[in-house]
């Protein structure tokens, strides 16, 4: 027992207490900044492997992107990626990352249902779908909910059963394979239920746009509540989304 | 009649593959496997050939370092003997073969499918009504588990026959993460979505797959990596393993409800993923790995931060080792839970970490060494057990063996040298890559056209070998014990799906 304590004592202190405002480490790839200069636009356009990237105005859309860099690297003058992780949104246009614009992206409070503060402000319990994701956005959903991160302190939880759960979180391009699973889970998880896309496959299919391996037609017959970009999403982005959604910023 | 033999990251013509026809095919590639344990098949696979199948073989021979390719033209509408009859390491390849092409053997034990591709031969096969293997007893009965599993994690279909608390038997079903990714990799596409395509194979072993890939589309194009580039890969792909392993071990307290392990191993990953972040913007490493490229080249402030990293890291670590090793609530639920044994391990030809705990010594690092791994001679930690404690010691001990690797490559920076531009891949190529992960060994091999563009990309993560393994571990164990199983291996869906 003296030994766990003695380990316990030597973790120091681990969380990490203002995830709505602490710096990310390093040179971490969140919102960028487009700026004003003229560039070659077809190359630009032509550099990003995910064609996330569109003119007049030169614009990124962070639901296509894979925060690979690539266009950052070629035209520095350009594009630069700020450390800025809060780039989730609840409308999909404001993905949409416009030249010579350098604001917060934010949630549209208009389009968010009225019941959400109140129902899920103190507690919010999520079902987690991989529907063909590559793995990624699980290990980051993981680590939202390890000390450091610590995303239950909100009262916000996984839980291994739709029926527990106040909404779904799909990660993944979602697959042929995995269209009919997700629709019963769906379909198993009560009302009211909020439907959350996070990570870049999730949102636009990504790399894997296009294949006939995908069946994406869950989205067309359901509401998205919540976008959280990334690939895969920090567990920063992934917080002070949940937090913004559920009245909480 | 002979192979070719190749070197890890050779490519050649493709004419010089010899062909032969299935008889010799089949007595060349099953005798050179058949009780030689340094000898495994690293890749099987066909390509559409004008109506006709055209496979390929690769055998790896660990002790001559070199992998023995040869080819064989078959018919789709013929019956073949089939390889897994003699031997049960091609059990999945021809599965696989059988899936995507029609090709029907005619003594093949277990011919169901692997991934339900959407390309698939059968179509009229859907994954809702998977042929599972049952047995008609009034004393047994069934336990069906996802495709979606209690935590978050990836999708797959694990459906158990027990008796009472007891497991008999266990089917795994796969194929829900299939995303056709072999098959993206044809469409004309720009090296930036290749690579990117490379990264997102699966997410857990970012830096094995986009440098297999980043070596084959180099082997292909004859360019030389320089010193910095091979440095950098390097080191992501011991960072990676640390990581992973030390994430997994934080799970595997997890499991056994030791809620301290579970935690400091957990925030221990934290450090060396956040190390990622600092060096290349992304946690996971994505975006780190280009061919021709060394993106963010690892600088000596890069060097002293993670020199500091790690002498943090090391004694936390080793503190808790200590502790979670000599707990007797632990030890109890790891040792002879989950057992593969040695003749089981030969037989069903698993590799990487899975092969490595159960007394079979194989490890890319050592057998087929590219770029530092030549200078650094790796020598693989093998244990014997096959069961759930010698996949937790392993996981202990790879991680302080990298740490030390990583202090020695990081000693002393090579002088950056500029990189000579990538040309486009030659025509008429072969070309393949073997990259030990932190999981095993990852296998992708390339085939070009007349134009230098690919016709056919093939991707093997070590799940594809090591499912098995693990249906094959949790016989005769408790049915409660079954996580702790699964979590030792952590093998991936996404790898195995594609």
């Not at chain 2, 992973?244 to 595997?252: E, M, Q």
Request: charged content about 20%.
């Amino acid at each position: 027992m003296f030994n766990n304590i003695k380990i316990w004592f030597h973790q120091g202190k681990q969380f990490i207490p203002d995830v709505r405002n602490v710096k990310v480490p390093g040179i971490f790839r969140g919102r960028p900044i487009i700026s004003l200069e003229t560039v070659d636009e077809k190359a630009l356009v032509d550099c990003c492997p995910t064609n996330a990237i569109s003119t007049s105005p030169v614009a990124i859309d962070l639901g296509k992107c894979t925060f690979c860099g690539e266009c950052a690297f070629r035209f520095p003058e350009k594009v630069v990626f700020t450390t800025d992780y809060k780039i989730s949104t609840n409308e999909r246009s404001r993905l949409i990352i416009k030249e010579g614009i350098d604001e917060p992206i934010v949630l549209n409070k208009n389009i968010i249902p009225k019941d959400f503060k109140s129902m899920f402000g103190r507690s919010l319990k999520l079902r987690q779908v991989s529907a063909g994701g590559d793995n990624s956005c699980e290990w980051e959903l993981n680590a939202a909910n390890n000390v450091q991160f610590d995303m239950s302190r909100f009262g916000i939880e996984f839980v291994a059963s739709p029926r527990h759960a106040d909404g779904i979180v799909i990660t993944g391009p979602i697959t042929v394979n995995m269209a009919e699973p997700l629709q019963i889970c769906y379909d198993a998880t009560p009302d009211p239920k909020m439907v959350v896309l996070c990570g870049t496959d999730a949102i636009s299919g990504g790399i894997f746009e296009g294949s006939p391996a995908l069946d994406r037609s869950f989205l067309d017959r359901h509401t998205v509540d919540l976008y959280i970009p990334g690939n895969p999403a920090h567990p920063l982005t992934v917080i002070n989304a949940l937090l913004a959604l559920t009245g909480r910023e | 009649m002979q192979t070719l033999q190749i070197k890890n990251n050779q490519s050649v013509p493709v004419s010089e593959i010899p062909g032969m026809d299935y008889g010799a095919f089949f007595d060349l590639n099953t005798g050179l496997v058949d009780r030689k344990s340094q000898r495994h098949c690293v890749n099987y696979f066909g390509i559409p050939d004008g109506g006709r199948i055209l496979l390929f073989c690769c055998i790896a021979d660990d002790d001559e370092q070199i992998i023995h390719l040869s080819s064989c033209r078959v018919n789709p509408t013929q019956k073949y003997a089939s390889f897994t009859a003699r031997l049960f390491c091609f059990e999945k390849f021809e599965r696989e073969i059988h899936e995507n092409f029609g090709i029907n053997y005619s003594d093949h034990p277990w011919l169901k499918p692997v991934r339900y591709a959407f390309d698939r031969a059968d179509k009229s096969q859907t994954i809702a009504n998977y042929p599972f293997y049952s047995i008609d007893s009034e004393e047994l009965h069934e336990v069906g588990v996802g495709p979606i599993h209690a935590g978050i994690i990836e999708p797959g279909h694990f459906r158990f026959i027990c008796n009472g608390e007891q497991i008999l038997h266990l089917e795994i079903q796969l194929g829900y993460q299939h995303r056709g990714i072999e098959k993206l990799y044809l469409k004309p596409q720009k090296l930036s979505q290749l690579a990117t395509l490379a990264e997102n194979i699966t997410g857990d072993t970012v830096v094995g797959h986009s440098t297999a890939f980043a070596q084959v589309w180099e082997s292909l194009c004859g360019f030389e990596t320089t010193p910095n580039m091979d440095l950098s890969r390097i080191v992501a792909l011991e960072l990676e393993r640390i990581a992973i392993h030390t994430g997994d071990l934080s799970a595997a307290c997890t499991d056994i409800a030791y809620q301290l392990g579970s935690s400091v191993y957990g925030r221990l990953r934290t450090p060396i993923v956040n190390f990622m972040q600092e060096w290349c913007g992304n946690r996971l490493s994505k975006g780190l790995i280009r061919p021709g490229q060394d993106r963010f080249p690892f600088t000596q402030e890069l060097a002293d931060r993670l020199s500091s990293i790690l002498d943090i890291f090391e004694p936390d670590f080793t503190e808790m080792n200590k502790q979670l090793f000599s707990l007797p609530s632990a030890l109890s639920r790891f040792e002879r839970t989950g057992v593969v044994s040695v003749a089981d391990a030969a037989s069903i030809g698993v590799v990487g970490m899975a092969a490595r705990t159960s007394g079979v010594n194989r490890d890319i690092r050592s057998s087929h060494p590219t770029g530092l791994y030549n200078e650094i001679r790796h020598e693989a930690i093998v244990k014997h057990h096959g069961d759930v404690y010698s996949r937790v010691q392993l996981r202990k001990n790879e991680v302080i063996q990298s740490i030390g690797y990583l202090r020695r490559l990081i000693a002393g920076l090579p002088v950056k040298t500029e990189n000579i531009g990538l040309k486009s891949p030659s025509s008429n190529m072969f070309a393949l890559s073997l990259v030990e992960g932190w999981r095993g060994e990852i296998c992708h091999c390339a085939i070009t056209g007349t134009k230098g563009e690919l016709i056919h990309y093939k991707i093997k993560d070590p799940s594809f070998h090591n499912w098995l393994a693990l249906a094959l571990s949790v016989r005769n164990n408790e049915i409660s014990d079954f996580p702790i199983c699964n979590k030792s291996f952590n093998l991936s869906y996404s790898g195995h799906d594609l």
